[in-house]
């Protein structure tokens, strides 16, 4: 398993952009296809957004498509989601993943962080 922290939610209002980073602590991070995952109050975890080992395969989920983009930088252990046009239904906590395989199901990842929150207001 592997320890993942996220960082760069916040309160923010309809249109705007975030980064989130997710830092994780593991030697072995390119071992790892990563994942972003929502959960909204009341719903169920949703998937949002995978990319593969090495970042050359990423893909969304088709309500953030053309917003969201997924990104890894290796060398800092990290992986980012940038989020631009944000809507009030994008409110939720975001959770990054690692697991064995670049999945949309939370079945197939292994070690999450712990969230950061991100509320948008209309």
């Known amino acids: 398993q592997v320890q993942l922290v996220e960082s760069g939610g916040g309160l923010v209002r309809a249109g705007d952009s975030l980064r989130l980073a997710c830092v994780a602590s593991a030697r072995s991070f390119t071992s790892y296809h990563m994942g972003w995952f929502r959960q909204a109050p009341g719903k169920e975890r949703e998937f949002v957004a995978s990319?593969?080992?090495?970042?050359?395969?990423?893909y969304v989920a088709g309500s953030v498509k053309g917003r969201f983009t997924i990104s890894r930088s290796n060398a800092k252990n990290t992986v980012y989601l940038q989020m631009n046009s944000l809507k009030p239904e994008d409110t939720a906590v975001y959770h990054c993943?690692?697991?064995?395989?670049?999945?949309?199901?939370?079945?197939?990842?292994?070690?999450w962080g712990q969230g950061t929150q991100v509320t948008v207001s209309a």
């Open positions: 993943a690692a697991g064995a395989a670049a999945s949309t199901l939370t079945k197939d990842y292994n070690s």
């Open positions: 990319i593969n080992k090495n970042g050359l395969t990423t």
